[in-house]
T-cell receptor
Framework: EPEVTQTPSHQVTQMGQEVILRCVPI?????FYWYRQILGQKVEFLVS????????KSEIFDDQFSVERPDGSNFTLKIRSTKLEDSAMYFC???????????FGPGTRLTVL | DAKTTQPPSMDCAEGRAANLPCNHS???????VYWYRQIHSQGPQYIIH???NNETNEMASLIITEDRKSSTLILPHATLRDTAVYYC???????????FGAGTQVVVTP
């Protein structure tokens, strides 16, 4: 089965600090997504990225968030100045070979103190 | 995308079939029914999808009613590893954003 990888698996940071979460999607896909899940709550869509541009974003994805593709094989989600409420699991996803499904990574647990 | 309604929880005995219902009464003609599951805090996992015909793969079967207003995901022989939250999602395209609801917490017991 195709695999999406994420690093780090757990990130602890102080409020106000910048964090960068990394993801390596299934290769050769132009589509890419970030979701988050606050503990005990549902999975929420953050942003979709297509061909090096944001194609859609939710109201959660404000100016504190940004996504980049620093090279051809990985994507990053940056939170410029973390808040306590940013503590959550962050999942990246990319379509599978047939575009019929999305494959999710194992997630990065972000803890903001 | 149309909204879905699922029971919050259900139990299933190991080895028995688990039938998970989903209501999507406002589904439109070009919307697919997708099922994902999330085991503990892992990333969601795709299970199956369909438009109007019943579908089966190695993980599960999907039964969609003729009027497409509801569907049932069937896990034919539930195992302890099937304990997870199961999400029914209706969407027009698989490569767009997925709108997750609360899902159904399925607990498979020995």
């Amino acid at each position: 089965e195709p695999e999406v990888t994420q690093t780090p698996s757990h990130q602890v940071t102080q409020m106000g600090q910048e964090v960068i979460l990394r993801c390596v999607p299934i290769s050769n896909h132009l589509y890419f997504y970030w979701y988050r899940q606050i503990l005990g709550q549902k999975v929420e869509f953050l942003v979709s990225f297509y061909n090096n541009e944001i194609s859609e974003k939710s109201e959660i994805f404000d100016d504190q968030f940004s996504v980049e593709r620093p090279d051809g094989s990985n994507f990053t989600l940056k939170i410029r100045s973390t808040k306590l409420e940013d503590s959550a699991m962050y999942f990246c996803a990319s379509p599978g070979p047939t575009y019929n499904e999305q494959f999710f990574g194992p997630g990065t647990r972000l803890t903001v103190l | 995308d149309a909204k879905t309604t699922q029971p919050p929880s259900m139990d299933c005995a190991e080895g028995r079939a688990a039938n998970l219902p989903c209501n999507h009464s406002t589904i439109s003609g070009n919307e697919y029914v997708y099922w994902y599951r999330q085991i503990h805090s892992q990333g969601p996992q795709y299970i199956i999808h369909g438009l109007k015909n019943n579908e089966t793969n190695e993980m599960a079967s999907l039964i969609i009613t003729e009027d497409r207003k509801s569907s049932t995901l069937i896990l034919p022989h539930a195992t302890l590893r099937d304990t997870a939250v199961y999400y029914c999602i209706v969407t027009t395209d698989s490569w767009g954003k997925l709108q997750f609801g609360a899902g159904t917490q399925v607990v498979v017991t020995p």
